[in-house]
Nanobody, 124 residues
C-alpha cells in the first residue's frame, strides 16, 4: 500500500488542522495515525477499523481529534482541534491488512505500511 499524507504545518495553540492520507495499492482493513515527537518513540493517535467503522483514540487526543474516511477517495482524515504544544510531532498515516482490535493498535508492529510523515507544529 502506498500512502500519501498531507496537511501539516505551523499553527497556534487552540487552532485546528486537518491531515489527509490517500491510500493506493493493496487492500487493507484498518487505517490509523501515529505521531513521533523529537526524542520520543512513535505513539498511536487514532485508528479506524474499516469493517464496522469503529474508531479508537489515545487518551491524549480523545475528544479533540477525529478520524474519518472517504471511501470514494480511499482517504483517511485526522481532524485536530484545540491543538496544544504537546501535539507537535511528525504525524504518520498507516494501514494494516488485519482488522485490528484496540489492544493491537497501540503497537506499531501491528501495522504494515506507513506514509512519509507530515510535520505538525503547534506554537504558543
Amino acid at each position: 500500500v502506498q500512502l500519501q499524507a498531507s496537511g501539516g504545518g505551523l499553527v497556534q495553540v487552540g487552532d485546528s488542522m486537518r491531515l489527509s492520507c490517500t491510500a493506493s495499492g493493496r487492500t487493507f482493513a484498518t487505517m490509523g495515525w501515529f505521531r513521533q515527537a523529537p526524542g520520543q518513540e512513535r505513539e498511536f493517535v487514532a485508528g479506524l477499523r474499516l469493517s464496522g467503522g469503529s474508531k479508537f483514540y489515545s487518551g491524549s487526543v480523545k475528544g479533540r481529534f477525529t478520524i474519518s474516511r472517504d471511501n470514494a477517495k480511499n482517504t483517511v482524515y485526522l481532524q485536530m482541534n484545540s491543538l496544544k504544544p504537546g501535539d507537535t510531532a511528525v504525524y504518520y498515516c498507516t494501514t494494516s491488512r488485519s482488522s485490528l482490535i484496540m489492544s493491537s493498535m497501540w503497537s506499531s508492529e501491528s501495522w504494515h505500511d506507513w506514509g512519509q510523515g507530515t510535520q505538525v507544529t503547534v506554537s504558543s
